[in-house]
């Protein structure tokens, strides 16, 4: 049976993430982390092939974590519920991960699959196919003939609206509660019947 390693894939990635936060993402190399982990060299590179790939598996490990409790919100049976809990979950989780936030903040799909190796971008549309599909389920149940429109008021109020919030927010604060009551009163006006 093999020894286990002292640095799991987590320990990388948390330095990553730090090396991230105080240096820009362009800081973010295997020898820094490394450096910052006090881990051989070998075993970074065992575990990532490159630098990007080190960056882009942080990344979709932040997204899947976001996206997990964004997911989970919106199944409540009543879809007006399962907004604002999903409104809610992005100001709870951006002010509960603020250097996480900064990271997704700091990147796109687009982005990180234009430096990731193959196999991980592939990984990463995965994971947002499943978050669109998610929305496009909440569209369904809540709107009566959902079309394009309504898929894109969905978007807007669950994703654009609190996505803007935030935004403004980070790195140095957190969304006011005004704020978080104000897109949420916006959302539920965007979703409200389209006759």
């Not at 881990?39 to 630098?51: L, M, Q, T």
């Not at 907004?83 to 979950?89: M, W």
């Not at 936030?101 to 700091?106: E, I, K, N, Q, V």
Request: a negative charge.
């Amino acid at each position: 049976m093999g020894r286990r390693p002292k640095f799991s894939t987590d320990d990388l990635l948390d330095a990553a993430l730090q090396i991230a936060l105080d240096e820009g993402p362009a800081a973010v190399t295997a020898a820094a982390v490394a450096r910052s982990t006090g881990a051989p060299s070998g075993s970074v590179y065992h575990r990532f092939a490159e630098s990007d790939e080190i960056l882009a598996r942080l990344w979709i490990r932040t997204i899947a974590e976001f996206q997990s409790g964004f997911v989970d919100a919106l199944t409540d049976t009543d879809t007006v519920v399962a907004a604002d809990a999903a409104i809610a979950y992005v100001f709870d989780w951006c002010g509960e991960n603020p250097g996480k936030a900064r990271l997704l903040l700091t990147f796109d799909e687009r982005g990180i699959d234009r430096r990731a190796p193959h196999t991980v971008a592939a990984e990463l549309r995965e994971r947002n196919a499943a978050a669109r599909a998610a929305l496009e389920d909440w569209a369904r149940r809540h709107f009566e003939r959902p079309g394009p429109e309504e898929f894109d008021r969905a978007i807007y109020a669950l994703v654009d609206l609190p996505y803007g919030a935030v935004r403004r927010h980070l790195p140095d604060g957190r969304p006011r509660q005004w704020l978080r009551d104000s897109v949420t009163a916006t959302a539920r006006e965007v979703i409200s019947s389209t006759d």
